[in-house]
Nanobody, 128 residues
Framework: QLQLVESGGGLVQPGGSLRLSCAASGFSTDYYYIGWFRQAPGEDYEGVSCISASEGTTDYADSVKGRFTISRDSAKDTVYLQMNSLKPEDTAVYYC?????????????????????WGKGTLVTVSS
C-alpha cells in the first residue's frame, strides 16, 4: 500500500527554520514526482514546491523562492522541505503528495488535482 507520512512541523518564530520530511512507503520516490502543498485556514491549497522523478528537477512558488529547498534522499525514500527565514504568512498545514508518469515539476506544483497520493499533513505555525 502506497503511503506518505509528513513530519517536522511545529511552532517557530519569524525568521526561524524548520525541515519537513515526507516518508514514502510502498513505492520508490525516485519514480514519482513529489510535491509539497500547503493550506492556510480558510484558503485554497497552494503549491509550494515539487521535485521530479529521476532527474530531480525542482520548482518553487514565487512566495518561497530563495527561502525553501526541496530535496530527496533516495536511500530513505524521503523527500525534505527545508524552510528558512520563515514568515507568519507561511503558517499552514503542509502536505506532501505524489504522482507517477511524465509531467513537469512546474505542473506538479501548480496543479494539486494531478496528485494521486497524499499524506495527512503537518502543521507549521510561524508566530512570535
Amino acid at each position: 500500500q502506497l503511503q506518505l507520512v509528513e513530519s517536522g512541523g511545529g511552532l517557530v518564530q519569524p525568521g526561524g527554520s524548520l525541515r519537513l520530511s515526507c516518508a514514502a512507503s510502498g513505492f520508490s520516490t525516485d519514480y514519482y514526482y513529489i510535491g509539497w502543498f500547503r493550506q492556510a485556514p480558510g484558503e485554497d491549497y497552494e503549491g509550494v514546491s515539487c521535485i521530479s522523478a529521476s532527474e530531480g528537477t525542482t520548482d518553487y512558488a514565487d512566495s518561497v523562492k530563495g527561502r525553501f529547498t526541496i530535496s530527496r534522499d533516495s536511500a530513505k525514500d524521503t523527500v525534505y522541505l527545508q524552510m528558512n527565514s520563515l514568515k507568519p504568512e507561511d503558517t499552514a498545514v503542509y502536505y506532501c503528495a505524489a504522482v507517477s508518469g511524465r509531467h513537469s515539476a512546474y505542473l506538479c506544483r501548480e496543479d494539486p488535482t494531478l496528485m494521486d497520493y497524499w499524506g495527512k499533513g503537518t502543521l507549521v505555525t510561524v508566530s512570535s
